[in-house]
DNA sequence: CTGTTAGCGCGTTCAA
DNA sequence: TTGAACGCGCTAACAG
């Protein structure tokens, strides 16, 4: 391995210069930044990013905390479109990028994650997917010990700032571009988990939406299953005139028990995954650009690690139209 | 920040003393294992991963290259199991991962990937999905300059190890579970894009199927996208008793044409991905453990990491059925 | 069994 | 403008 060493003496001049080179300092003439240039090219010196590291001390680092336990399979996309939208972003700003599932860090402490974060250098984290029940995870933001950003969670404080989508606004959007399409007297609405952080703003933007369309609503928890969403409709639904869903995956639920019933009621879901266009009739949903919110996350987090104060970031969503022939590549 | 010499100072012993213990070292008496032990605990040291490995240079970090370019996203769920298998096991191993979409390094060259990587201290890399398009990659693999595990490709040398399943017996064990649930004469064969590694291997298991069992084959080619599949069932599939793909996502497209043709033909696929749960029909698939491969081919990176030889690696494959009821949740 | 010493590769003073 | 010297936090001989 050719080190700094070796180009300097190459080159005939100190370690040091060639350090200053190397990091762009201004005090260099062009005749020794020239050599120094020739003598890297040369040997193809590759600096050791490690050491350098550990000199100055200077070293950003994230994980990112993805939570693959309670969902399907069947939405990994929208973790493949956080992980992307991350990476990019981190490969633009320079940032090294851990990733870990959260069943890795099962059964530990907040002070044995804290731990190994510390260990590996990690100094902001972004937490996709975060619930109420994941007590060590909301103890590793609330100890500020890490910059933090949460996806969807609306939790900030000095050093976590959140970024999501306006739920209840989304929830108005999608749910009213449907009934927009099929005029409705009556809705059957499946929310997601009780005690979910976004259960309660979409439940928010479907009740706003009934209240000004004077709209009798039935509102049922799904859990975010598609199977109990299905048991719901088979239940409820016959007495619905639509049925709106807090998430795509409840939506297929739906869609597939009516299918079953063989009854029609438009159904709506909420994430936006390409699944959707399979299921056979169209649905409408948010459009969540996941990997903008995640690229935007991880903007924040650098932003955090830097100094800033935890705030709350809204992004944008609009609302589609799922049809299988949009998606067939 | 606390560091190793805090530890010595706090415990009264010298800083090697530490690192020994730290490192579980066997000449250290238990009398100073236990004072520095206590010193770790009481100042809440956390040893400094960055400067260990640099001082030892034995630092074990792998770059996860993943593909994400010729896929939809209908299966990124394949890609999540690449990973959870990957970071699993090198957890497990204690190896660092750097997850890497190929569309990050694309339009650079061979020595600036390898460039990128050594500053990184990458050492070993495991490849998801290369294609002999792919000129840069195989020029990586044949320069010999990293370890490398590739998925799916028939190829090895002395630092590259290859893992996947024997795509040429899994071919012929689905179609024949298949053709053996439904009897047939003629079999319209929907292969994958004439470059791909697997395909011609796939394509060996159909044709031998087809000569044992006197079949009259009928081989076109899908280029592993749906809508081809699509057009080529529309076309071929009527004159055919059974349908054979060569990618889940090609069967996909094959059952969708059949319906919209309203004729019924058994289809298979390959992959075992869980959409092929949600598109109606029950479908034979290869089961491929993603998981267990990724898993396999992180610890093949480590052996080759550790000097050992390239070689190749064939994980054990199954067949099963999909069905819409076992994929719920 | 323990401590001393010499680096790992680099960034950063501070003189010259 | 340049370079010698020191230190980042740790490991690994070697000496005691």
Not at 57 to 75: C, E, G, N, V, Y
Not at 88 to 97: G, M, P, T
Not at 273 to 280: F, P, Q
Not at 289 to 312: N, P, Q, T
């Amino acid at each position: 391995m050719v080190s700094i060493k070796d180009v300097a003496k190459h080159a005939g001049v100190a370690i040091s210069t060639v350090s200053k080179v190397l990091n762009g300092y201004p005090n260099i003439s062009e005749e020794t930044r020239r050599k120094v240039s020739q003598a890297i090219e040369e040997l193809n010196y590759i600096p050791n990013s490690i050491a350098s590291a550990l000199s100055s001390k200077q070293f950003d680092r994230i994980a990112l905390l993805i939570d693959p336990k309670r969902q399907t399979q069947a939405i990994d996309q929208i973790f493949m479109q956080y992980l992307t939208g991350a990476l990019d972003k981190a490969k633009e700003l320079n940032i090294e990028v851990i990733t870990v599932f959260i069943s890795m860090l099962a059964g530990q402490s907040c002070a044995e994650i804290t731990r190994y974060f510390l260990s590996q250098s990690i100094s902001g984290v972004v937490i996709y997917g975060m619930s109420r029940e994941d007590k060590v995870l909301q103890e590793l933001v609330q100890s500020r010990q890490f910059s933090c950003v949460v996806i969807d969670v609306p939790y900030t404080n000095s050093r976590t700032t959140s970024v999501g989508v306006d739920h209840r606004k989304a929830q108005y959007d999608v749910a009213k571009k449907t009934i927009a399409d099929d005029p409705c007297r009556k809705l059957l609405y499946i929310a997601g988990r009780k005690d979910g952080y976004v259960t309660d703003l979409r439940l928010e933007g479907i009740r706003k939406l009934a209240e000004e369309e004077k709209l009798h609503l039935v509102v049922k928890h799904g859990e975010f299953s598609e199977r109990t969403a299905r048991n719901i409709t088979f239940e409820y639904a016959a007495d619905a005139d639509v049925v709106v869903c807090a998430s795509d995956l409840m939506a297929i639920g739906a869609m597939n028990a009516l299918i079953d019933m063989d009854i029609f009621r438009p159904v709506c879901g909420f994430d936006g995954i390409t699944l959707m266009g399979y299921v056979g009739k169209q649905m409408n949903t948010v459009r969540q650009d996941f990997y903008a919110i995640s690229s935007r996350a991880v903007e924040e987090v650098k932003l955090l690690m830097d100094g800033g104060e935890g705030k709350e970031v809204i992004m944008p969503h609009s609302i589609v139209k799922m049809y299988y022939k949009d998606i067939i590549v």
